[in-house]
């Protein structure tokens, strides 16, 4: 079984910055992809990026060139870090171990999430 435990929400104005991390625990998920999500209040969750285990990425239309993905395998954790922010970007943030993919159907392990808030 895997854990993850996702941390870095919070509130920010637009055109801010958080990192979000995503911390693993009972097994390696270096041999995982992994990827984030979002989920805004009243919407179906969304695919936000993901990293391969061997560092290839994929990014959502609505984040390319302000969201940057990435993971250290040797601490077993992810990080999603998020320039530019804007209103719209608000939801509680998800992070996911699993096959490579867009959809939520993908990935078997999920995080509790964490809230970000950007304001205006």
């Known amino acids: 079984q895997v854990q993850l435990v996702e941390s870095g929400g919070g509130l920010v104005q637009a055109g801010g910055s958080l990192r979000l991390s995503c911390a693993a625990s009972g097994r390696t998920v270096s041999g995982y992809h992994m990827g984030w999500f979002r989920q805004a209040p009243g919407k179906e969750r969304e695919f936000v990026a993901v990293i391969s285990w061997s560092g290839r990425t994929y990014y959502a239309d609505s984040v390319k060139g302000r969201f940057t993905i990435s993971r250290d395998n040797a601490k077993n954790t992810g990080y999603l870090q998020m320039n530019s922010l804007k209103v719209e970007d608000t939801a509680v943030y998800y992070c996911?171990?699993?096959?490579?993919?867009?959809?939520?159907?993908?990935?078997?392990?999920w995080g509790q999430g964490t809230q970000v808030t950007v304001s205006s």
């Open positions: 996911a171990c699993g096959r490579w993919g867009t959809t939520v159907d993908e990935y078997s392990y």
